[in-house]
């Protein structure tokens, strides 16, 4: 190996290793700490100075009182279990309102498909506080849903719609659109048409040849689209706190007000590294389906 | 043939309605005369002109511009030097470890991001403020800018860069006459990527400010915490604004210089 060679890759990993892995290792390690009242809030602190001594008497102050605290607080695992359920249902909505788009765009002829692209990524680069507070004016029970619903007549009394869980399914569903509708998008577009015509020979109406063909054929799209939605609305704090009322546990929110309210930084940081662990499942899930895609293609 | 029923229609203008009927709403009540957002008073200006009196907001915009600039113009070296690393370097020991690192930041929620970054600046006793963000904000988006680079990377004819270094260029030569100008399209829309990632960052920034230094997702966050605000809606205008402007002419001019490489062609091959 040589000099340059070392450098070149020297360079990012050291970066990543100081500003990524390490930092991990601290949320480990204050996580098996105590809280106490001091600054910086827990014990024990490392102090290399003290050579091999020091070390054994740091791992041996380390516990897992923490985690025992989560497991036995009814807070912290219906939290986890509410993200995971709120992901799921509004993944399922995303699907269901993703899915006709991608439908519709990859019909479209194809001088009009960059220009159906670029306006479903175009709001992907606008800021995504500003998304999900344009639908704080919208969901108020005197927003603008409610005026038109009721001037219509179709409501006698406005809803409540902002600071409930649906409104923070209505946020993700909004923010996390464009995540579901590319990938679909991307295996409709590469679909054969005659398939269906084939299909439509053979005496199926248009809804079967679409249903047992067209649906079959977008699977990976479709599992794609609903994890890169499923996995990051599990630890989402943003579209909760500010869609969703006291009664919306979701964990990103739970770990927020530990760290910034209570001032709890093991607890907080425990309830990190179990979400880390809850996330690996469908991560690992979504590389594996990407890994069959590519071989398949390849 | 493809069909384009009916119900494509109408599922494709539902779709971009509900896409971007609350941005354009968003918009409209900006120049809403009335305090109120929901009742609409008239056109104004007036909520602009309030804007740019208040000290508080353009100091946090100012914050937010140096983060945003510095921080994606380091995370475009870096990663870009990691993209190369991925694709060129072949194998050596950590590859494993390397890669983990750059696609793991992609999936990691921001709440554990910035939780772990303020730790890390807690412990080696960095004083937070604009250096900690710029650091924060490197990290998460050199991630994303060599994904999109690497991809680049992958799909480029390596050939060239050895008949650069047969002609007796050295390795950096190669890289800077060969390799760069073919991977610049995905070079700079990594930078833009990573720049706006940084403009829009509430969560990681949260974290890793301190009282010194504000920026605006984190002023805006306060504000609209005490509900809908004219000022909030007018400076959203102005961001949209900003945005759009930008991603519609980087496109127009992509597809007029695709158009100008296609008339060149036919131009080289009838001469």
Known sequence: MNFRRIVLIGIPYFWLLALFLVPFGIVLKIALSDTAVAIPPYVPKLDLAGGWAALVDFVSQLDFENFAFLATDDLYWKAYLSSLRIATISTFFTLLVGFPIAYGMSRASGEWRPTLMMLIILPFWTSFLIRVYAWVGILNTEGLLNQFLLGLGLINEPLILLNTNIAVYIGIVYTYLPFMILPIYATLERLDDSLNEAAEDLGCTRFQAFWLVTVPLSKNGVIAGCFLVFIPAIGEFVIPALLGGSKTLMIGKVLWEEFFSNRDWPVASAVAVILLLILVVPIVLFQRNEQRQREAEG | ?271
């Open chain 2, 1 to 271: 043939m493809r069909r384009f029923t009916w119900f494509n229609a109408t599922s494709l203008t539902l779709g971009f309605a509900f896409l971007y009927l609350p941005m354009i709403i968003l918009v409209v009540y900006s120049f809403n005369a009335s305090k109120l957002v929901t009742v609409w008073a008239g056109f104004s200006t007036k909520w602009y002109g309030e804007l740019f009196r208040n000290e508080a907001f353009l100091d946090a915009a100012w914050v937010t511009l140096r983060v945003a600039v510095i921080s994606s113009t380091l995370a475009t070296v870096l990663g870009t030097l990691a993209a190369y690393v991925l694709v060129r370097a072949g194998r050596f020991r950590g590859r494993t470890l390397f890669s983990g690192m750059i696609y793991a930041p992609l999936v990691m929620p921001e709440v554990i991001t910035g939780l772990s970054l303020l730790l890390l600046f807690i412990a080696i006793g960095l004083d937070r403020g604009v250096t900690t963000i710029v650091l924060a904000h490197t990290t998460f988006s050199m991630c994303y800018v060599s994904v999109v680079v690497s991809s680049r990377l992958a799909s480029f004819d390596r050939s060239l860069e050895e008949a650069a270094l047969d002609l007796g260029c050295t390795p950096f030569d190669a890289f800077r006459s060969v390799t760069l100008p073919v991977i610049a399209p995905a070079v700079i829309s990594g930078w833009l990527l990573a720049f706006t990632l940084s403009l829009d960052d509430l969560v990681i920034a949260s974290f890793t400010s301190g009282p010194s230094a504000t920026t605006l997702p984190i002023k805006i966050w306060s504000s609209i915490r005490l509900g809908v605000s004219p000022e909030i809606n007018a400076l959203s205008t102005i961001l949209i604004g900003i945005v759009a402007t930008g991603v519609i002419s980087a496109s127009l001019i992509s597809k007029r210089a695709a158009l100008q490489r296609e008339r060149d062609l036919h131009k080289a091959v009838r001469t």
